[in-house]
């Protein structure tokens, strides 16, 4: 079975850019997760997708929005991009239970 | 709001010794703790978890223990091998709504040394 896989893998983009970035979940699994990971801060949540509708959010600007498609694929888009943004973005999808998550390779976002 | 801290950036632990990786939490309402391990360019794996209603759950040469007195749990791996070395994040979820929030901490950097 294939595993969570996330593109593209490293992007740079410039500020005030935006950028959309893209996960495809493991075959079977309705629910998709996005963290943010830098060094300070570890991993922090992003949102949460399941079955097409965004049923959890964590504490990010407007700026990140998501959705997913009906084949459980999930994007993640932030819009004016700022310095701080650069991170490691990590998509994890499962079943329905976040404990039971498999997690991506991630997408490394730097903002020049 | 950090309610899920690892106090300690990284450790070093000799080849065959335990390494012993803590993590404190600040809810109460937390009901499942969970432990991942990250290699560089990979994304975290799930390693082991445990319920607020048990104390300890063993796995293999993983060990996690809860102490809900102190909010405190630490994973012991025995024996370390250098393979262990990553970065260890300690995750805790709560039911909120029908649906599960996580929250992690900032991760524990182990080094194992041949």
């Known amino acids: 079975k294939a595993g969570v896989t996330q593109t593209p893998r490293y992007l740079i983009k410039t500020r005030g850019q935006q950028v959309t970035l893209s996960c495809s979940p493991i075959?079977?699994?309705?629910?998709v997760s996005w963290y943010q990971q830098t060094p300070g801060q570890g991993l922090q949540f992003l949102f949460e997708y399941f079955s097409e509708t965004q049923r959890n959010k964590g504490n990010f600007p407007g700026r990140f929005s998501g959705r997913q498609f009906s084949n459980s694929r999930s994007e993640m888009n932030v819009s004016t991009l700022e310095l701080g943004d650069s991170a490691l973005y990590l998509c994890a999808s499962s079943l329905g239970w976040v404990y039971e998550q498999f997690f991506g390779p991630g997408t490394r976002l730097t903002v020049l | 709001d950090q309610q899920v801290k690892q106090n300690s950036p990284s450790l070093s632990v000799q080849e065959g010794r335990i390494s012993i990786l803590n993590c404190d939490y600040t809810?109460?309402?937390?009901?499942?703790f969970l432990w991942y391990k990250k290699y560089p360019a990979e994304g975290p794996t799930f390693l082991i978890s445990?319920?607020?209603?048990?104390d300890k759950n063993e796995d293999g040469r993983f060990t996690v223990f809860l102490n809900k007195s102190a909010k405190h749990l630490s994973l012991h791996i025995v024996p370390s091998q250098p393979g262990d070395s990553a970065v260890y994040f300690c995750a805790a979820t709560r039911s909120s709504g029908g649906y599960q929030k996580v929250t992690f901490g900032i991760g524990t950097k182990l080094q194992v040394i041949p």
């Open positions: 445990i319920s607020s209603i048990k």
């Open positions: 809810n109460s309402m937390f009901d499942y």
């Open positions: 075959s079977g699994h309705r629910s």
